[in-house]
């Protein structure tokens, strides 16, 4: 396969994929307006951080799948893939060290107030009166929003600081959040209420837009810390700039919203910029052992993707069929036996919405089982037993 990486990867994730036999173009310098151009004839495409819209992937005649080397996939026109066939994958997990590490830092820093300590030394300033105001961590409550993987690891994190820590997720039961040893929230709500510290940890969906908005800030005590380390579109910013402003909420954020695309960029939001008591150009999962991670992860994939066609960690799949009801035909391996059976559902106005054939042992005989949008009438299933090499077609 011919494979474009439009990010700065592992060369160890090239080597292993040039040895597995695969034609590797890597160009880590494109920008999201230069892939449609660039994609050619590839039929698997990795990113990073490069943003691939509608028009690369239709520019992409061979593309079959896209690799996000990371978790989220909200730089991808997931719309526009499905649209074409084109599976998505992600490297879930692989990150989440680096950026639960982030987390804690930009914490700490916040608590401390460190960069601004560290901009006035650089500018001959010594401020020891200033800075040497800070609350401290210990025993101090850390609420956490949004209990994955990286919300996890931050939990063992904060506990070995002899935190207290309370929890909300979506999935997050009073008996999950007891096997964890944490404070159950029933709301984000009452999160906000109890924290001295909250940290954000929430993909970038719908339903999560804004979702840290005056509402939610008015419930934050006065001085209490709030990191991001997700994405910056479940944040309101301009809410945010206001509750710094009337109740001196120290933020730290790794991301922001309508973040610059690529490596090196102007960042034009600077009056955000100096609201921010630390701040990061979204770098959580950029160390080291988390980039071997995911290049080990990406090959992993193109690897099962070459030898099944079938990917792993697809996000773009749909997750439940519409299908009304199997048809399950039994069948000698002969050529051109199922062609005969789509046929006739074809004849039917009948569509296939998931098909699955498997070979038994000595590989004289199959069983298909398809899912259809509609029931065959007893005379579409009566001519697809006239088969000369069915052995037995029924509905389940």
Known sequence: MKILIADKMSKSAVTALEKLGHTVISNPDLKAEELPGAIGDAEVLIVRSTKVIADTIAAGKNLSLIIRAGAGVNTIDLAKASEVGVYVTNCPGKNTEAVAELALGLMIAADRRIADATADLRAGKWRKKEYGKAAGLKDRTLGIIGVGAIGKALIVRAKALEMNVIAWSRSLTPEKAKELGVGFCATPADVAKAADAISLHLAAKPETKNMINAEFLAQMKPGAILVNTARGEIVDWAALKEAVASKNIRVASDVFAGEPAGGEAPFEDTALAETLVAATPHIGASTDQASEAIATEAVRIVKVFSETGSPPNVVNVRQKTTAVTNLVVRHYNKVGVMAAVLDLLRGAQINVE????????????????????????AEVIAKINEGEHIICAVLK
């Open 354 to 377: 998931e098909m699955e054939n498997l070979i038994f042992e000595g590989g004289l005989a199959a069983s298909c089982t398809l899912k259809l949008d509609k029931k065959p009438d």
